[in-house]
C-alpha cells in the first residue's frame, strides 16, 4: 500500500480535490488529508502542530506532502519530527518575493525534498548547498476545468477574449510584473473594446473575483484567454495557464523562459511577449476559427499528456531522493 498524508487548505477557491485525484492516479492507494488552516483557527498554532504530528504518527504515510504557501505552522522541530514518519515534501506553486521564500530554504535540511515553482528559486537553494531541492509546475483539477456544452445563448454572455486575473497596482501587495499587467489591459481594452473582458479583483465597478464554476463557464465560452504573470521567472507560470488550456480554451500564454519545453511536440504555440504581437495572436485566430480550433485541441492535448497532477505526483516519485 502507498499512502499519503496531504497537509493543506481546503476551500471553494483552493480545492484539495485535484491533488487528491492526482495523487490516486499517480499509484497511491490511500489518501489523508489534513487542513492545517482550519485546525490552526481552531486550537492555535501550537495545537495545530501536536495534532499535525500526531496524525503523522498514527498514520505512517509513505509520503507527508505539505502544500503549505507560508510558514505559519512549522518550525525545524516540527519539520523534524514530521519526517521520522515519511518521507516528507515541502512545496509551493506560488512565486514570491526573496525575503518571502527565505523560510522555504531555512526549514529545507529538514524536509526530504523541497519544490518551487520556478527554476531561480530552486537554483538559489542549490547555491546555497541544499541538495533536495527541485521544481515543478502547478496544475489543475480537470474534473472541474473541462470542455462543456454550452448552447448559443450560453456562449454570448461573455466576449471573445477574457483574462480572468487580480489587479495589484495600489494595493499592499507587491508583485514586479503588476504594472505591466494593468497596461495590458488598457491596452487590451482600447484595441478591443467589448470582445474583452477583464474581471477580478479591483478592475472597477463591473469586475468581480469569479469562483471555479463561472470561472470554466468563462473559458467555455471564450475563443482566447490571455496569460500574464505578475512574475517573469523561468520554469514559471501561473496555474491559470492550465486551468484554462484544460477547460478547453486557446491560451494566449505569455512568453516564460522555458515554455517551449512544456509544451514539446507542439510546433506552433502561440506565444506573445510584446502588446503588439498579443493584439495580433488575437486577431489573427478570430478570423480563424480553423487554425484557433486545431491550436487549442493541440494545447490541451500536451497538457493532458505533461501537466495534469498525476504527472506532477510521478515527478515527484521519481526524484532520487524520494525513490
Known amino acids: 500500500m502507498k499512502s499519503v498524508l496531504h497537509i493543506g487548505i481546503d476551500l471553494p477557491s483552493h480545492s484539495k480535490e485535484g491533488l487528491r485525484k492526482g495523487f490516486l492516479a499517480a499509484g497511491f492507494t490511500e489518501y489523508n488529508f489534513f487542513n492545517w488552516q482550519s ?28 502544500h503549505l504557501q507560508n510558514q505559519d505552522i512549522f518550525d525545524e522541530e516540527t519539520a523534524m519530527e514530521l519526517s521520522k514518519c515519511g518521507f516528507t515534501v515541502n512545496y509551493t506553486f506560488d512565486v514570491r518575493d526573496a525575503e518571502k521564500t527565505e523560510w522555504m530554504y531555512e526549514l529545507a535540511p529538514y524536509f526530504g525534498l523541497t519544490l518551487f515553482a520556478c527554476k531561480e528559486d ?11 531541492v527541485g521544481h515543478i509546475h502547478s496544475s ?5 476545468y473541462r470542455p462543456l456544452t454550452l448552447s448559443e445563448e450560453e456562449k454570448s454572455k461573455y466576449p471573445e477574449i477574457v483574462f480572468i486575473a487580480n489587479n495589484y497596482v495600489n494595493t499592499n501587495l ?35 473575483i469569479v469562483n471555479p464554476q463561472e470561472e470554466v463557464l468563462i473559458y467555455n465560452s ?33 512568453y516564460y523562459d522555458g515554455c517551449d519545453d512544456d509544451f514539446p ?4 504555440v502561440p506565444y506573445w511577449k510584446t502588446f503588439e504581437e498579443l493584439e495580433e495572436m488575437c486577431e489573427f485566430y478570430l ?19 505533461y501537466h495534469t497532477w498525476k504527472h506532477r505526483i510521478e515527478q515527484i516519485k521519481k526524484w532520487e531522493l524520494y525513490s
Open 122 to 132: 530552486s537554483d538559489e537553494g542549490k547555491r546555497r548547498g541544499l541538495h533536495n
Open 39 to 66: 485546525v490552526k483557527l481552531d486550537c492555535g498554532i501550537l495545537g495545530c502542530q501536536t495534532r499535525l504530528l500526531r496524525a503523522a504518527q498514527s498514520l505512517q504515510p509513505d509520503l507527508i506532502f505539505c
Open 140 to 144: 489543475c483539477d480537470t474534473d472541474v
Open 222 to 254: 471564450a475563443k482566447i484567454v490571455i496569460c500574464h504573470n505578475n512574475f517573469f521567472r523561468t520554469n514559471y507560470c501561473s496555474d491559470r495557464q492550465w486551468r484554462a488550456i484544460s477547460s478547453g480554451a486557446l491560451a494566449a500564454i505569455q
Open 174 to 208: 507587491s508583485f514586479p510584473q503588476a504594472q505591466e499587467r494593468l497596461e495590458m489591459v488598457n491596452f487590451m481594452k482600447r484595441e478591443f473594446g467589448d470582445r474583452f473582458l477583464v474581471t477580478g479583483m479591483n478592475w472597477g465597478d463591473k469586475s468581480k
Open 265 to 268: 511536440n507542439s510546433s506552433i
Open 287 to 305: 478570423v480563424d476559427p480553423l487554425t484557433l480550433g486545431i491550436h487549442r485541441s493541440r494545447q490541451r492535448r500536451e497538457f493532458n499528456n
